[in-house]
């Protein structure tokens, strides 16, 4: 499985950025995708996630402001990232893991069995 990120950059707070994630190579048909971020000197933290059925959890700090969406034609996740704040500075990794169907997504990051590359959002105040 690989999966591919793109879509990140700077941006000035209150800005607007879209995160995208092209996965190849799965082939089981229940899988959990999560975002997660990582700050130079700290744990790494989910963002959002979304199960197999579609279902979607997000941190509180970004609630209301990010959404998580997936293409299921094109097996890309996405991240719409609204209203940003300088504390949204981080790299944003993408990943995804194999589940039992109608489970719900965990933001547990040692749960998850792939991981993209990162993609560093900025965000200047």
């Known amino acids: 499985v690989q999966l591919v990120e793109s879509g990140g950059g700077s941006v000035q707070a209150g800005g607007s950025l879209r995160l995208s994630c092209a996965a190849f190579?799965?082939?089981?048909?229940?899988?959990?995708w999560a975002w997660f971020r990582q700050v130079p000197g700290k744990e790494r933290e989910g963002v959002a996630t979304?199960?197999?059925?579609?279902?979607?959890t997000y941190a509180d700090s970004v609630k209301g402001r990010f959404a998580i969406s997936k293409d299921n034609a094109k097996n890309t996740l996405h991240l719409q990232m609204n209203s940003l704040k300088p504390e949204d500075t981080a790299i944003y990794y993408c990943?995804?893991?194999?589940?039992?169907?109608?489970?719900?997504?965990?933001?547990?990051?040692?749960?998850?069995?792939?991981w993209g590359q990162g993609t560093q959002v900025t965000v200047s105040s």
């Open positions: 979304m199960s197999s059925t579609s279902g979607t």
């Open positions: 990943a995804i893991r194999a589940a039992a169907p109608f489970s719900r997504a965990t933001m547990e990051p040692g749960r998850y069995n792939y």
């Open positions: 190579g799965y082939t089981y048909n229940n899988y959990h």
